[in-house]
């Protein structure tokens, strides 16, 4: 009784960096010539994590009474390429939410007596689940009763030992309760889960939302995954704009990272705009040849930006302008101002 009046009140009711070049010619260079969140802030073993980093295979587990996470599922799925799993009761056909949310509440009732006995949860249909594969899962689940569903927690009960060391993403959809107490339930179920350092709760309202409210969270979740993908940069020049992809190594990064940036560069050859004075990894490689659109690092500290072919030299690639039609003519012959952005 007490549990249903709980659960009865608390329900019903970048700033633009402009540097300097130094006007100094490159040494050894030819004189003639990309719902709202909470704070978890703790893993499963009381570890305070960092946003995600993984590289691998993810898998989407959800389960769904009224659909409502079913959606948030499959809005999530628009925005990464994942594995999906669903979690269905053994027995269908049951209305968690009739008399007042009877049989739901005495799931969670049980599983609350005695959350270490296999008894106290519900079964669930058989999946084909091999944790081997995947490095991230992320959990989709409704809030009873202010816990997680039952039917997830039979599936975690069964399987939560297996994600030892795995990123553990969870998205919880509720009517109104917050989602501190599934937060619990997860990592008492995945006691060496790698939790991400948000849950995202998702209220029933907001389920429309889905897409940009589950995109949003895993952009935030995982950085660096969603730099490398999208490192594009608006490279503006004599009012032309150009795009440039950049590399995903040490040395794009870290530019990507001091973006935006206007550059005063000078001319160089007929063929190059150089600027000093950004500092960035070097990883040099000898080019016999470099093309118009290459962007490329010069002695650590220089970035060049090539409008007509070169070569004979050592340079690290920062990145490339793939479509170089207007280049020449946009950088023009002297010195020019080159903003770098973001795209
Ligand atoms: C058995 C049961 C208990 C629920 N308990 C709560 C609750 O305590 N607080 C709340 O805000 N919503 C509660 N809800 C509402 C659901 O959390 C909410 O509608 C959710 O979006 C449903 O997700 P689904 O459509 O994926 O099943 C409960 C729903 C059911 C079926």
Not at 52 to 72: A, C, Q, R
Not at 311 to 339: C, E, F, P
């Amino acid at each position: 009784m007490k549990l249903l009046q709980l659960f009865l009140t608390g329900w019903a009711a970048l700033a633009s960096v402009t540097a300097s070049c130094s006007a100094e010619q490159k040494p050894g260079t030819p004189d003639t010539g990309k719902p709202e969140v909470t704070d978890t802030e703790e893993t499963g073993d009381g570890t305070p994590q960092t946003p995600g980093t993984t590289g691998g295979k993810t898998l989407v587990v959800w389960y769904s009474f009224t659909h409502n996470s079913e959606k948030i599922a499959s809005a999530l799925l628009t925005h990464i390429s994942a594995d999906v799993l669903e979690v269905e009761p053994a027995e269908e056909g049951l209305d968690y939410a009739a008399n007042n949310y009877a049989i739901g509440s005495s799931l969670i009732a049980a599983i609350r007596n005695n959350p270490s006995s296999a008894s106290s949860y519900p079964t669930i249909k058989a999946v084909d689940f091999q944790p081997d594969n995947y490095d991230t899962v992320i959990i989709v689940t409704p809030l009873w009763w202010s816990q997680m569903a039952a039917p997830m927690q039979s599936f975690l009960f069964k399987y939560g030992a297996a994600m030892a060391g795995k990123t553990i993403g969870l998205i919880v959809t509720s009517a109104s309760s917050g989602i501190s107490d599934v937060e619990k339930d997860a990592k008492r179920l995945i006691p060496q889960g790698k939790f991400l350092p948000e849950s995202l709760w998702i209220r029933s309202s907001q389920v429309g939302n889905a897409t940009q409210l589950t995109a949003a969270w895993y952009d935030k979740m995982f950085p660096t995954q969603n730099e490398t993908t999208a490192m594009k940069v608006k490279i503006t020049a004599g009012g032309k704009s150009f795009t440039a992809e950049l590399e995903d190594s040490e040395t794009g990064k870290s530019f990507w990272g001091k973006l935006p940036l206007t550059l005063e560069m000078s001319e160089l050859n007929g063929n190059e705009k150089y600027c000093y004075g950004v500092s960035l990894p070097r990883k040099d490689a000898y080019y016999d040849t470099v093309a118009a659109g290459d962007l490329m690092l010069y002695s650590g500290d220089c970035v060049v930006l090539f409008y007509g072919t070169a070569g004979g030299y050592s340079y690290t690639r920062i990145g490339k302008i793939a479509d170089v039609s207007g280049l020449a003519a946009a950088l023009g012959t002297g010195s020019v101002s080159v903003k770098f952005e973001k795209q």
